[in-house]
């Protein structure tokens, strides 16, 4: 392999924000592998996995260098506090054939990150699925992320029907 194919697609101080969704998807994935606390596991990524290091550790080496913290831990705590809905909210959208249960714990994670984040409204869905679907590509290599793309597609949709339906801002009680 050339030196260009050996290096991550994803430049994480050119993309703080995607950065931060990775990591997010990786603290939710360690929230509902080991039952921890969600601020517990913010503190962990704060103190330990983000920034860059003297001997230039990467996100091979368990590092996640130049992300937007304030986003990161916005996701983590805003999936955490909307957990039920949110996973009530996949399984209506999947076919009753895919439960939930059945998706990739990793997949999970994402999806919870990307509607957690969705219900801010701070960013557009069209740009929210497509970073998504480029956290999925950074994860799986087969049909995940044409899922990510379905799911979210329907999930934002949805949201935006009731938004516009009630007036609220999506995911905001009247």
Do not use: C
């Not at 983000?50 to 996640?64: A, E, K, P």
């Not at 960013?123 to 995940?144: C, K, Q, R, W």
């Amino acid at each position: 392999m050339s030196g260009t194919q050996d290096q991550p697609k994803l430049k994480s101080a050119q993309r703080p924000r995607t950065a931060a969704r990775v990591a997010a998807v990786q603290a939710l994935f360690q929230i509902d592998q080991n039952g921890d606390r969600p601020d517990s596991v913010i503190e962990q990524f704060l103190v330990h996995r983000f920034g860059t290091t003297l001997d230039g550790q990467t996100y091979d080496d368990g590092r996640i260098p130049e992300a937007d913290t304030q986003l990161f831990s916005a996701i983590v705590r805003d999936s955490a506090a909307s957990h039920t809905a949110i996973m009530q909210t996949i399984s209506d959208t999947l076919p009753a054939t895919w439960p939930i249960e059945r998706l990739d714990p990793v997949l999970r994670a994402l999806f919870l990150a990307a509607i957690a984040e969705a219900q801010s409204g701070d960013t557009p869905a069209a740009v929210l699925i497509n970073e998504y679907m480029d956290v999925a590509h950074g994860f799986f290599s087969g049909d995940e992320p044409r899922l990510v793309n379905g799911v979210l597609d329907t999930v934002f949709k949805q949201m935006k029907a009731a938004q516009d339906h009630d007036g609220s801002p999506a995911g905001q009680p009247d």
